[in-house]
């Protein structure tokens, strides 16, 4: 049987483009990749003031299958990078059976990645209040009538779950769900990626060991 034959095939086939907004020698490194990441994170947001905190959460299910979306670093704090979610959702279960992710931040207006792979924990449930009460009210709602990654009969039915929440918190203080909240994950390694021309990246990566951050140069 004749495989479907793509339309973009061709074009994608053909897409070039030079790496060259960028170095990333070791001298430019600082000692703790946190402070190389915060540098980093200052120059992407500069570009990009609404995406560029947005990362790639990669996790594994149950059946070994990885699993991966985008979601939005929230805070770098408790030495960690944090963001939140509904903790009853597929991310959720994944990182209660396996508590080993991996994060990806792409820049590409700076032809920059950052690769950060670790352990997930929970925040402490002051910070998921604290977040929680500075969302935008409907964003609030939203986590009450969504059971996030279960099936749903059509949008209709998503939508009047969400006017029912609407009407009941229509005059009250939203309280965050215990279902909802925090997680930090606390990296182990993290990889900088600067593209070169030639495709000769540079590639500086970060491995914690007992005697603190330990530094090396990849080979592209």
């Not at 030079?18 to 946190?34: A, K, S, T, V, Y």
């Not at 609407?166 to 925090?182: A, F, I, M, Q």
Request: glycine share 4%; charged share 30%.
């Amino acid at each position: 049987m004749k495989e479907k034959e793509f339309t973009s095939i061709n074009h994608i086939q053909t897409i070039r483009k030079d790496f060259n907004e960028g170095i990333l020698m070791e001298e430019q490194c600082e000692r703790d990749p946190m402070e190389l990441f915060e540098r980093w994170l200052c120059a992407a947001l500069e570009k990009d003031s609404h995406f560029a905190n947005a990362m790639t959460l990669c996790t594994v299910a149950e059946d070994s299958m990885p699993d991966c979306r985008t979601v939005l670093l929230r805070d770098i704090s408790y030495s960690g990078f944090t963001f939140y979610t509904n903790y009853n959702s597929a991310k959720g279960k994944q990182i209660e059976h396996n508590s080993k992710a991996c994060l990806l931040f792409f820049w590409k207006e700076l032809q920059r990645q950052v690769k950060i792979q670790g352990e997930i924990r929970f925040l402490p449930e002051v910070e998921s209040d604290k977040y929680f009460a500075s969302r935008p009210f409907e964003s609030q709602v939203g986590a009450w009538a969504s059971q996030q990654s279960k099936p749903v009969k059509d949008r209709q039915t998503l939508d009047e779950a969400f006017e029912r929440e609407l009407k009941k918190y229509s005059n009250t203080k939203v309280p965050r769900p215990e279902h909802w909240g925090g997680y930090v994950l606390l990296p182990k390694n993290l990889e900088f990626w600067q593209g070169r021309t030639g495709r000769l990246h540079d590639r500086i990566k970060y491995s914690h060991g007992e005697k603190g951050w330990k530094m090396e140069r990849l080979m592209p």
